[in-house]
């Protein structure tokens, strides 16, 4: 018994007629059928195939024929004059058959000419179109939601990150993350816009209809400096089978853009099994909750995700998922302490693993929790493998930038953050480089970084945070205290904001202010967390060395994130050459390092 068709089937409407085969579409456009699969295969226009895929049994929707004509009238018509597009409604006219009889003639006095001139137009033809610039780099835009229903924009989001993080894992091409094509959701560039931003050769667009359980994804590939579409297919699918549809997609993107695909990579592309689409469902909402960038939606991904792993316990990415939402928890702006949240990290992210080896999102949580208790050489290994697996992995460069610069490797560290930046401009900020340039102690250009970053997000606390930081370094303590007054009011009077303004304070000649806010600071641990490094930053800043190592000792007790940067941190300077100091390096397993660069020596 054969299997029942899974394509969409919507009940046409006046304005919205299904035309079954070449012949109907070609007689919906008045052209011949040579000439609309011309057009199909050359110029994108919207035809779809049914499941079993035979060349000749396909269809087409006639809204979609009409707005494909007027989105692309301008452009066929300068490269195809003897097939000029028809109107969005063909209309057999005598104005069409006079132009018909005109093309005739204009064809037999061609056919007049002598035939050595035609051959050598042909080969000046085929000498300046043979030459093909070679696809290194592309940018998967945000898949266009055409189900009519706002609340599936996650369903186009998801499948928009699955896409791009399957391409990631070539070696060989560039890949734009997720993060920044987001940015231009909305944006009202044209194609070669768009890929100049990116710097990118290629652009793939398409969009992601639903009805009922079943699924349609259409995508295009367009060279990005000629907005020449080159590639284009229709994908009908049971919404079970929603992960062997983005591998098939994944594997025909690589096919055209003709990158070299090692046997490895191959594999990664076409894994796929079926998943539940409740499964898929919850796993795709919580990837969207998480997206939001802020607290309430870090916790509500992870009713999602933890949904998703009820319905299905070997569900991989899942897992990814919730290790994602815990390490956003885990900051020192969040106001969670480490013991609530690295534990599960780390049990996630190997649960992931232990059922997908090759998920290097998970490879990279598991670095970067391993990196704050400490356990550099594992950390180590895992950003590596994350970076084998996927190679344009932005965050994997990003925080391994963090482990190279706490180990005294800032040359390499700062190398790092730039290539991150360069694959996610919108994700890798110039906060995140700037942070990268203080721990070197370059502090003009992490103040420049941080400014450009405020220039374009005036409002983000962290980088506001960081800008304050580089600018005490820098000896201006009092361009700081605005700065990091505007961080903590943002981010609801943060702790660790707050440490830091205390330091500006108190190297601005502002002591009362200073102790007055240490003391508020003092007055919150009685009711809530704090972390130990507001601590830190606060008691060096007013020069209480004492007080400031008995918070060293409560901060390695608690595993602080202040402690990873003890050889690359410009406010341990002062204390570097205390015993306390350095037995504290040996027991986080730091051995002490000289920074070299920028004409800074330690």
Not at 183 to 206: F, M, N, R, W, Y
Not at 396 to 423: M, N, P
């Amino acid at each position: 018994m054969a299997e029942p068709s899974c394509q969409i089937s919507p009940v046409a409407s006046e304005s919205e007629k299904r035309l079954d085969s070449w012949k109907e579409i070609a007689a919906y456009l008045n052209r011949d059928v040579t000439t609309v699969q011309r057009w199909e295969k050359r110029e994108g226009m919207p035809v779809h195939r049914h499941v079993h895929d035979k060349r000749s049994s396909v269809y087409a929707i006639t809204h979609e024929l009409d707005a494909w004509i007027q989105s692309r009238r301008s452009r066929v018509d300068e490269s195809e004059p003897e097939t000029e597009l028809p109107s969005a409604t063909p209309d057999y006219t005598e104005a069409t058959n006079r132009r018909g009889a005109y093309l005739r003639f204009a064809l037999a006095a061609f056919l007049g000419f002598d035939l050595a001139v035609v051959a050598w137009l042909v080969f000046q033809h085929r000498a300046t179109t043979s030459v093909v610039t070679p696809i290194h780099s592309l940018a998967v835009l945000p898949l266009r939601n055409l189900s009519g229903d706002a609340t599936q924009e996650y369903l186009a989001d998801g499948i928009t990150e699955a896409l791009i993080g399957r391409l990631a894992n070539i070696h060989d091409l560039r890949v734009i993350s997720h993060t920044s094509v987001m940015h231009l959701k909305d944006a009202q560039l044209s194609i070669p816009q768009i890929a100049k931003t990116l710097g990118v050769d290629a652009i793939v667009e398409g969009s992601v209809m639903t009805q009922g359980d079943h699924i349609r994804v259409t995508a295009q590939l367009i060279r990005g400096a000629t907005d020449q579409h080159f590639w284009s297919e229709t994908y009908d699918r049971g919404i079970s089978d929603v992960l062997s549809l983005e591998s098939e997609l994944a594997q025909s993107i690589a096919d055209k853009v003709e990158v070299t695909v090692t046997g490895e990579e191959h594999q990664r592309l076409s894994s796929a099994r079926p998943v539940a689409p409740e499964v898929y469902e919850s796993y795709l909402k919580g990837g969207f909750a998480l997206g939001q960038g802020n607290r309430a939606g870090d916790e509500q991904s992870i009713h999602y995700f933890e949904d998703a792993i009820r319905r299905d316990e070997t569900f991989a990415p899942a897992y990814v998922g919730l290790a994602r939402a815990y390490t956003n928890l885990g900051t020192v702006f969040s106001g969670v302490p480490p013991e609530a949240t690295r534990p599960k990290v780390i049990s996630f992210a190997r649960k992931a693993l232990t059922i997908d080896p090759n998920l290097s999102e998970a490879h990279v949580a598991l670095a970067f929790v391993l990196q704050e208790e400490w356990h550099w050489t594992e950390a180590e290994a895992e950003y590596k493998r994350a970076l084998e697996l996927n190679p344009n992995d932005a965050q994997a460069y990003s925080w391994f930038s963090l482990w190279q610069v706490c180990q005294g490797q800032t040359d390499k560290a700062v190398a790092s953050i730039e290539h991150a930046r360069a694959l996610d401009p919108v994700g890798v900020s110039g906060g995140s480089v700037a942070w990268i340039l203080f721990q070197s102690h370059r502090y003009e250009d992490a103040i420049r970084e941080s400014s450009s970053a405020l220039a374009i997000q005036p409002n983000s606390a962290i980088t506001l945070t960081g800008l304050g930081f580089a600018l005490i370094a820098d000896n201006k303590s009092a361009d700081a205290i605005p700065v990091l007054e505007k961080a903590v009011s943002l981010s609801h009077d943060s702790p660790a904001a707050t440490g830091v303004l205390i330091r500006a304070y108190a190297h601005a000649g502002r002591r009362d202010d200073a102790v007055r806010l240490l003391a508020e600071l003092n007055n919150r641990r009685k009711t809530g967390y704090v972390p130990s490094g507001a601590f830190v930053n606060a008691y060096l800043g007013l020069d209480d060395k004492e007080q400031a190592f008995y918070w060293l000792e409560q901060a390695y007790k608690e595993q602080s994130n202040i402690l990873q940067f003890l050889n690359s941190h410009p406010y341990f300077d002062p204390i570097r050459e205390d015993r306390r100091f350095a037995d504290l390096v040996r027991r986080v397993d730091l051995k002490e390092t000289s920074i070299t660069t920028s004409g800074f020596t330690r």
